[in-house]
């Protein structure tokens, strides 16, 4: 069995996926976390892999970047091999003064002005909630662990908001400034995840901040992804 994108088979496949973009990253996942860990995919260098977390099946397969790439895995992944949930571990930007470089946020949901849905279904939907059921079990995780974990609402963009020519002008298209996080494929995610009755939600680690501007590390910076990599796997056990 494969699809358009992917040549797994479905037994290939667990009910539960970690979604990185960076296909690397999901073979530093596999490599470092996981156990027994099988190169399930590789059609396009979107690295998918399969193994084991303490005993649970998983899979890390990545999602490439924007709303088009992780609406193509997610949809394929869900429909045709039967996945049940699947949780984006990724990264973002801010432009909230209560979150800092390198704080780990929980997506409660996602705003977004993409004509995707439209294209799909013919109809224009501005903002998708996640799963609450993944964010209770992330959040309970975070609380055992004693991680800190800002949980709020994400926007979706289909461009860089660093590229725009201005930031100020970027984020008058957002009806408010109560947003956690900016990044590029939560909404398509969360849209395909709804459409299908599975569920779906979105950790991210903060690279970029409109009012943080320190320059990171990559040892911090790792330290902060292996964090989040980790809450998402104890969250699934
Ligand atoms: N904007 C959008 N996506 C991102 C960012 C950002 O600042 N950082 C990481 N992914």
Do not use: W
């Not at 397969?61 to 091999?81: H, N």
Request: net charge negative.
């Amino acid at each position: 069995m494969a699809t358009a994108h992917i040549e797994s088979n479905l037994e290939d496949i667990a009910p539960i996926v970690l979604m990185p973009g960076d296909p690397l990253r999901a073979k530093y996942i596999a490599e470092n976390f996981l156990e027994d860990a099988k190169l399930i995919n590789k059609v396009r260098n979107m690295f998918g892999y399969t193994g084991t977390y303490k005993g649970k099946k998983v899979t890390v397969f990545a999602s490439g970047m924007g709303i088009p790439s992780i609406g193509i895995y997610s949809y394929e992944l869900y429909k045709f091999y039967n996945v049940q949930k699947i949780i984006r571990i990724g990264t973002c930007g801010s432009f909230n003064k209560d979150i800092k470089l390198l704080d780990v946020v929980l997506s409660s949901g996602a705003y977004c002005k993409s004509y995707f849905d439209v294209l799909l279904d013919g109809v224009d939907i501005d903002f998708i909630q996640s799963s609450d059921e993944l964010n209770r079990k992330i959040m309970n995780t975070a609380k055992i662990r004693n991680v800190s974990l800002k949980y709020g609402k994400t926007i979706t963009s289909d461009v860089f908001d660093l590229y725009c020519d201005s930031e100020e002008k970027f984020r008058g298209n957002f009806p408010d400034m109560n947003f956690l996080s900016v990044e590029m494929e939560a909404f398509g995610l969360f849209y395909i995840a709804n459409k299908l009755g599975r569920e779906a939600t979105c950790l991210m680690t903060v690279v970029d901040s409109l009012y943080d501007k320190r320059s990171l590390s990559s040892e911090d910076r790792e330290k902060s992804l292996n964090n989040m990599i980790e809450m998402a796997l104890e969250s699934i056990i």
